[in-house]
């Protein structure tokens, strides 16, 4: 069965700073995705990552992915109060169709 | 109009009822998922539909039916529920299309708490 870990847990950090939010996962992986969550809300999609070496990003958020060390990044530049969210990370088991997710990061972005 | 829709959004019962949580869509996708998340545990797969006559069970299915009756629309079951089912329900569609790439797209959620 699929593993995914994301760390940290919890992060709360002050407007302006910068912060990575990782995502490993056990077994190979045909595509990763990053979502956010808002308190008593749905999940939007932020990027989805195809290929070994993809970057995307959106304003202040950029997610990468690293096939071979089964790792993606999502890097907060700058923060600011509205990216207070839970985020979390996917991954998809092409062959069983199956998407595993992080248990989530809750990042608080203090004013 | 949303494009995923949950109903009830909101749902308190007792131990032993049965409760049915309805989802429909209107994005044409024929892959339809039920997850379930609890707080520090991220969304666990409940059930999963690839069509109307394809239902695949996830990691947490047992306590848990489903039943799709048409492409755009999949049920959640609780035979007899219990307060450990306690928790905030998803629905999520995707599509296997290359141009959306598995996407998946996520209703509002059912908060179901029981008694």
């Known amino acids: 069965e699929l593993k995914v870990e994301q760390n940290p847990l919890f992060l709360s950090m002050q407007e302006g700073k910068n912060y990575t939010i990782y995502c490993n996962y056990s077994t190979t992986s045909d595509r990763l995705y990053w979502y956010r969550q808002d308190p008593g809300k749905s999940l939007e999609s932020l990027f989805v990552l195809l290929s070994n070496g993809a970057v995307k990003q959106e304003g202040r958020l950029m997610a990468s992915l690293d096939t071979k060390a089964r790792l993606s990044t999502l890097h907060i530049t700058a923060a600011v109060h509205d990216l207070s969210a839970t985020y979390f990370c996917?991954?998809?088991?092409?062959?069983?169709?199956?998407?595993?997710f992080g248990s989530g990061t809750k990042l608080n972005v203090k004013p | 109009d949303a494009d995923v829709t949950q109903t009830p959004r909101n749902r308190i019962t007792k131990t032993g009822k049965r409760i049915m949580l309805e989802c429909s869509q209107t994005?044409?996708?024929?892959?339809m998922y039920w997850y379930r998340q609890d707080p520090g545990l991220g969304l666990r797969l409940i059930y999963y539909?690839?069509?109307?006559?394809?239902?695949n069970k996830g990691e947490i299915s047992d306590g848990y039916s489903v039943s799709r009756q048409a492409q755009a629309k999949f049920s959640l079951s609780l035979e007899s529920a219990i307060p450990n089912q306690t928790a905030l329900y998803f629905c999520a569609t995707s599509d296997l299309g290359s141009a959306s790439y598995n996407e998946q797209f996520f209703g509002p959620g059912t908060r179901l708490t029981v008694l």
């Open positions: 996917a991954v998809l088991r092409y062959n069983f169709n199956k998407f595993y």
């Open positions: 539909s690839f069509d109307v006559k394809d239902i």
């Open positions: 994005k044409g996708h024929d892959r």
